[in-house]
């Protein structure tokens, strides 16, 4: 476990080299999505969609019957749940998503888990010292469903020589 610690930055992120092709992370952190989650990131974002802030509105006109988690707010929680595990400290930008799926619907109250697998990685070619990562990010409810997927391009730095 020391050595492991010894291989990380110190804020607890991998370096490029120490990502490995088909490692699966399930990480540690979960969380329970909250209708104040879903107001205050639909309100910022300025989504005025009745589908995430009108619970009225989904009893009423949805099939859900309740209102749904705003997805670009399941999305960056996805991604954030990684962070501490696998890229905190290491990242230097993420390049793109691709990919971005919400197969079934994640509401109020449910709780939720994330896994990132690493699909591949190379060499920057533009920048010595950073490689590019890819990632399989997926997060499920407390059930299992799975609600979001995506694949992430991230800029990581390499180990400092």
């Keep these: 476990m020391q050595q492991d610690t010894a291989l990380r930055h110190k804020r607890g992120g991998l370096y490029f080299e ?32 009745p589908l995430h802030i009108d619970r009225h509105f989904c009893e009423q006109e949805t099939e859900w019957g309740q209102p749904l988690m705003n997805s670009l707010f399941t999305l960056g929680l996805m991604i954030g749940i990684s962070v501490t595990d696998i890229t905190l400290g290491t990242t230097i930008a993420n390049l793109g998503m691709t990919d971005v799926r919400f197969p079934n619907p994640l ?40 609600v979001a997927e995506c694949k992430r391009s991230a800029f990581i730095r390499m180990r400092p020589a």
């Design 18 to 49: 120490d990502f490995i092709a088909g490692t699966v992370y399930e990480h540690r952190l979960t969380r329970t999505v909250t209708q104040m989650d879903n107001m205050l990131f639909s309100n910022m974002t300025l989504n005025p969609q």
């Design 107 to 146: 509401f109020e109250g449910d709780t939720v888990h994330c896994t990132t697998e690493v699909l591949g990685k190379r060499e920057s070619k533009s920048r010595p010292g950073a490689g590019v990562v890819e990632l399989h990010h997926k997060t499920f409810k407390q059930d299992g469903t799975l």
